[in-house]
């Protein structure tokens, strides 16, 4: 059977058991049709996520991690897509983009991430931020 015709009929039994609004259906039959499955939640995820949000960079991720980078450029992809990709900081990282961008002649968010080792549109996101906080 092809997936497509497993996954209709996956629909067609949730119909017949649980009625003719899906809204209504349990989460895990949901998540079960639409191919959700468990491996976006183990703990090894949630540190991936954490390290994408604080705007690591995908190599330095899989060598820290023991990853390859395209499994993570399609977990940053799946992020974005589903809008959870809000990145984040701490203060010490704060701290850190601040005196890089102080320090450096002509600064660019490209040569700033290189220099403090983050993605660009982490230091993008954070330089607004930083500049929202200077108003």
Same mark, same amino acid.
């Given at each position: 059977? =092809?997936?497509?015709?497993? =996954? ?10 649980? !009625? ?22 183990t703990a090894e995820n949630k540190v991936l996520r954490h390290?994408?949000?604080? !705007?690591?960079?995908?190599?330095y991720i899989a060598q820290k991690r023991s990853m390859t980078?395209?499994?993570? /450029? /399609? #977990? ?13 900081? =701490?203060?010490?990282? #704060?701290? /850190? #983009? ?11 968010? /490209? !040569?700033?991430?290189?220099?403090? !080792? ?11 931020? #930083?500049?929202e906080a200077d108003k």
């Amino acid at each position: 059977m =092809t997936p497509n015709k497993k =996954t209709a009929a996956k629909i067609r039994a949730a119909y017949a058991i649980y !009625g003719d609004d899906p809204d209504k259906w349990p989460k895990d039959v949901k998540n079960e049709i639409r191919g959700k499955t468990e491996e976006e939640h183990t703990a090894e995820n949630k540190v991936l996520r954490h390290m994408i949000l604080h !705007g690591y960079t995908n190599e330095y991720i899989a060598q820290k991690r023991s990853m390859t980078p395209q499994y993570l /450029q /399609q #977990l940053r992809k799946k992020m974005k897509k589903k809008q959870e990709l809000d990145y984040q900081a =701490t203060s010490d990282e #704060l701290t /850190q #983009l601040k005196y890089n961008i102080d320090h450096m002649n002509k600064p660019n968010n /490209q !040569g700033v991430a290189r220099a403090i !080792g983050r993605d660009k549109d982490w230091v993008r996101c954070m330089r607004d931020k #930083l500049r929202e906080a200077d108003k």
